[in-house]
């Protein structure tokens, strides 16, 4: 029923092809918060996805085919909305971020000091060498695009203030989604804030397509061209 999560944190995880992970992260999601309501999007896999985070008390959300991480994250937040979420929080369905420290997101929103939080991972020797340097890359062209220092804005996990959720609403589908956020976030002048988080990487393979994700990113990045080149002002 919309509004049963008035005044609540949201946890939206989108998944895919998640069953190994997906029942382990809702249960650590919801003992860092057990107030919060989850939401799984089961992005049309073909494994019990959906039946394990159903069977660990989250609301599941079904795309009947695969329809991208984006879209899935849209999905999820749009409920979250509706149901009346003060702030929704991200975080990928593999494990790799770590549900414990949701609370450390979502403090600033709650202090009223961000409205939108990034779980910024080091570029350590835990993170595989390509994304480090893709890490890299993407950071140091939002810090531009920023005016300040953006230590990892490839990171999915993240805390969104309703205002904030409401009002960036980028069209991207895929893994562009998220770079397609923050930016749009930055340029409309959105107060975005970065915590530190553990790097974890246990070497499950990725959905990430390098060729064609890779070059989505790219566009996104191209449309603030000019605030790379000259700097934010």
Sequence with gaps: MPGHADGTVA??????????????????????????????????????????????GATVLVHPRNLGKGAALRT???RAL????????????????????IPKLVAPIVAGEADLVLGARARTRAMPLGRRC?????????????????PDAQTGFRALARQAAELVR??????????????EA??????????????????????????????????????YGRRIILGAR
């Design 11 to 56: 946890v939206v995880i989108p998944a895919y092809q998640a069953a190994a992970t997906i029942g382990g992260v809702v249960t650590a999601a919801k003992r860092a918060l057990p107030a919060a309501t989850i939401y799984v999007v089961d992005d049309g896999s073909r494994d019990q996805t959906g039946e394990g985070g159903r069977g660990k």
């Design 76 to 78: 999820g937040i749009d």
């Design 82 to 101: 509706a149901d009346g979420a003060a702030i929704v929080v991200t975080l990928d369905a593999d494990g790799q971020h770590p549900a414990e420290e």
């Design 134 to 150: 893709t890490n890299w890359l993407s950071a140091t062209l939002t810090s531009r695009i920023a005016g300040r220092a953006v």
């Design 170 to 183: 980028p069209g991207e589908a895929r893994y562009d989604f998220e770079a397609a956020f923050l930016l």
């Design 186 to 223: 930055l340029a409309r002048g959105l107060r975005v804030r970065s915590v530190a988080i553990a790097t974890v990487y246990d070497g499950r393979p990725s959905h990430f397509r390098h060729w064609e994700d890779t070059w989505r990113l790219a566009r996104v990045f191209t449309r």
